[in-house]
T-cell receptor
Framework: DTGVSQDPRHKITKRGQNVTFRCDPI?????LYWYRQTLGQGPEFLTY????????KSRLLSDRFSAERPKGSFSTLEIQRTEQGDSAMYLC???????????????????FGQGTRLTVV | AQSVTQLDSHVSVSEGTPVLLRCNYS??????LFWYVQHPNKGLQLLLK??????LVKGINGFEAEFKKSETSFHLTKPSAHMSDAAEYFC??????????FGTGTRLTIIP
């Protein structure tokens, strides 16, 4: 399977504990995104990387969240001192770089993993 | 700044009748637009994308969408609904190098 893979698929943790999730993108993809989705809502942007550089981090993201993408391959998302409000599905996606068409930059579609469901008790 | 508005949070249609899921976007530049589908307990799957080529875009499973710049819309349609179409649908916008921004979703229910 050459799709985006996330590990673990499910995580239950006690409030106050730290958790780390891993995402392995499609191998030739330069961009990697992290989103968070709660029940009944659309995916909410957290952060994204282009190769190893973190290009943007959501202003909604507290300092307890950190993400890395060493060597521009896999990525990790760490949540420190988890809170019950962190319970959600964490989605990873990857894509190729935007390409130029007719003078405009055209973004490419992102391919999503199955997600990591976090439950904080 | 880019954004999308999905005008209906829930749509119900009878099997065999047409489907219309509405999406309006806001973008300062020529956007890329996508529709994704999410079946229960499944990952997000791309249905179709618009990237400044033909304004009528055909996707998988008989879905299509039309980009209308004058109306800033990108509505998703299907001529005949099937039970397997029941899912959550997300309209997504991206301009230039920007990240993907999702709408709040439309839940499609198919009545037998």
């Amino acid at each position: 399977d050459t799709g985006v893979s996330q590990d673990p698929r499910h995580k239950i943790t006690k409030r106050g504990q730290n958790v780390t999730f891993r995402c392995d993108p499609i191998s030739e993809h330069n961009r990697l995104y992290w989103y968070r989705q709660t029940l009944g809502q659309g995916p909410e942007f957290l952060t994204y990387f282009q190769n190893e550089a973190q290009l943007e981090k959501s202003r909604l993201l507290s300092d307890r969240f950190s993400a890395e993408r060493p060597k521009g391959s896999f990525s990790t998302l760490e949540i420190q001192r988890t809170e019950q409000g962190d319970s959600a599905m964490y989605l990873c996606a990857s894509s190729l770089l935007p390409g130029a068409t007719g003078g405009s930059l055209i973004n490419t579609e992102a391919f999503f993993g199955q997600g990591t469901r976090l439950t904080v008790v | 700044a880019q954004s999308v508005t999905q005008l209906d949070s829930h749509v119900s249609v009878s099997e065999g009748t047409p489907v219309l899921l509405r999406c309006n976007y806001s973008s300062s530049y020529s956007p890329s637009l996508f529709w994704y589908v999410q079946h229960p307990n499944k990952g997000l799957q791309l249905l179709l994308k618009y990237t400044s080529a033909a304004t009528l875009v055909k996707g998988i499973n008989g879905f299509e969408a039309e980009f209308k710049k004058s109306e800033t819309s990108f509505h998703l349609t299907k001529p005949s609904a099937h039970m397997s179409d029941a899912a959550e649908y997300f309209c997504v916008v991206s301009e230039g190098r920007e990240k993907l921004t999702f709408g709040t979703g439309t839940r499609l229910t198919i009545i037998p």
